[in-house]
T-cell receptor, first 114, second 111 residues
Framework: GAVVSQHPSWVICKSGTSVKIECRSL??????MFWYRQFPKQSLMLMAT?????????EQGVEKDKFLINHASLTLSTLTVTSAHPEDSSFYIC??????????FGSGTRLTVV | GQQVMQIPQYQHVQEGEDFTTYCNSS?????IQWYKQRPGGHPVFLIQ?????EVKKQKRLTFQFGEAKKNSSLHITATQTTDVGTYFC???????????FGGGTRLMVKP
């Protein structure tokens, strides 16, 4: 149980394109989902906390107009990287909490902007 | 803000040797969690420690939570090549609304 499905797993796009990443909790309801960014060989950096039915809370330094988060239902949160540029290339990963403790992570999305 | 420091950053061991990674938080934690991330993969939840001084074991892995609930360690006995990966600790603050990850310890095991 407690599976989080994340799509796409890898995307390559041209500079200026907007990319949407989806995160779904498959067998539980996730009122809160978290979005992280991970650069190669580095730790996960929290970007924002996504709450169902309300605005996301962004961490300091994260542009909310650049990284649009929508959490329209208890099982789906989306992150849209708007007008992506090469410096946005990274590994984006979502997670959600569940009753048995810990955070379940999605499989991550590798974004490459060329 | 809350900071979680993890050492060492890298560790090379010979297969069969033991391995330990240490985690220290700047503030008291509600709980500490440990994750393993294989190369190219995503973090996988290993365990959560909640009580002061708690010790938990999973086969060859031993997890400890300090008495002050500010530090933790993960010890692997007799490492195997399957233990390769990056081990992250993550501390949950007392308000329960922020999970801060350590920088991770990358373990490499020579067969």
């Amino acid at each position: 149980g407690a599976v989080v499905s994340q799509h796409p797993s890898w995307v390559i796009c041209k500079s200026g394109t907007s990319v949407k990443i989806e995160c779904r909790s498959l067998d539980f309801q996730a009122t809160t989902m978290f979005w992280y960014r991970q650069f190669p060989k580095q730790s996960l950096m929290l970007m924002a906390t996504s709450n169902e039915g309300s605005k996301a809370t962004y961490e300091q330094g994260v542009e909310k107009d650049k990284f649009l988060i929508n959490h329209a239902s208890l099982t789906l949160s989306t992150l849209t990287v708007t007008s992506a540029h090469p410096e946005d290339s990274s590994f984006y990963i979502c997670s959600a909490t569940h009753r048995r403790g810990g955070y379940t992570f999605g499989s991550g999305t590798r974004l490459t902007v060329v | 803000g809350q900071q979680v420091m993890q050492i060492p950053q890298y560790q090379h061991v010979q297969e069969g040797e033991d391995f330990t990674t240490y985690c220290n938080s700047s503030t008291t934690l509600s709980n500490i969690q440990w994750y393993k991330q294989r190369p190219g993969g995503h973090p996988v939840f290993l365990i959560q420690l909640v009580k002061s001084g708690e010790v938990k074991k999973q086969k060859r892995l031993t997890f400890q939570f300090g008495e002050a609930k500010k530090n933790s360690s993960l010890h692997i006995t007799a490492t195997q090549t399957t233990d390769v990966g990056t081990y992250f600790c993550a501390g949950l603050n007392n308000a329960g609304n922020m999970l801060t990850f350590g920088g991770g310890t990358r373990l490499m095991v020579k067969p």
